[in-house]
T-cell receptor, first 113, second 109 residues
């Protein structure tokens, strides 16, 4: 079982460029999440989705966009990259209901220079 | 959201038990207590969660105070592989988990 897969693992962007971070899960989970983690800090929730076609903002959504056209995929779009978006990005998923066990991907390390 | 307070860091010796504390004095009756850990250069992984009663699994035990204002994650025999950041999180059922800074656990041989 692959679990949650994130691509790419590393990326360097120039200021003002755009890119999409890919996240896919093969566990048929309804709930998916995007977090970012700055050095020495905890994770901050960017966006989340409770199912295909449904997304909502988290703690730090500015500068990002998401879409959820399928259960498996939850891409995160960065428009006009800024140095403040330099971070490690984690995607996570879980099944619905009260059982809150989150499964995380291995992360994408993004640098904006 | 109800908040948690954890020590910034703790140290342990290999093969000794470790008790990681978490204070959550503003917890509501429907808040679950979750513990995750993050090994170096990896995404967080689930450790354990509970509501009112103590919980055990193959990784750890969760001891919840009777008034639920604090909890303790217990690693029964620490190994070098247990060195990680441990996050204590409160969450209502069905809501997203909000991570704090956690406790950095160091394990010495």
């Amino acid at each position: 079982n692959a679990g949650v897969t994130q691509t790419p693992k590393f990326r360097i962007l120039k200021i003002g460029q755009s890119m999409t971070l890919q996240c896919t899960q093969d566990m048929n989970h309804n709930y998916m999440y995007w977090y970012r983690q700055d050095p020495g800090m905890g994770l901050k929730l960017i966006y989340y989705s409770v199912g295909a076609g449904i997304t909502d903002k988290g703690e730090v959504p500015n500068g990002y966009n998401v879409s959820r056209s399928t259960t498996e995929d939850f891409p995160l779009r960065l428009e006009l990259a800024a140095p403040s978006q330099t971070s490690v990005y984690f995607c996570a998923s879980r099944t619905g209901g009260e059982y809150e066990k989150l499964f995380f991907g291995s992360g994408t390390q993004l640098s904006v220079l | 959201d109800a908040k948690t307070t954890q020590p910034n860091s703790m140290e342990s010796n290999e093969e000794e038990p470790v008790h990681l504390p978490c204070n959550h004095s503003t917890i509501s009756g429907t808040d679950y207590i979750h513990w995750y850990r993050q090994l170096p250069s990896q995404g967080p992984e689930y450790v354990i969660h509970g509501l009112t009663s103590n919980v055990n699994n193959r990784m750890a035990s969760l001891a919840i105070a009777e008034d639920r204002k604090s909890s303790t994650l217990i690693l029964h025999r620490a190994t070098l592989r247990d060195a990680a950041v441990y996050y204590c999180i409160l969450s209502q059922a069905g809501t997203a988990l909000i991570f704090g800074k956690g406790t950095t656990l160091s394990v010495s041989s």
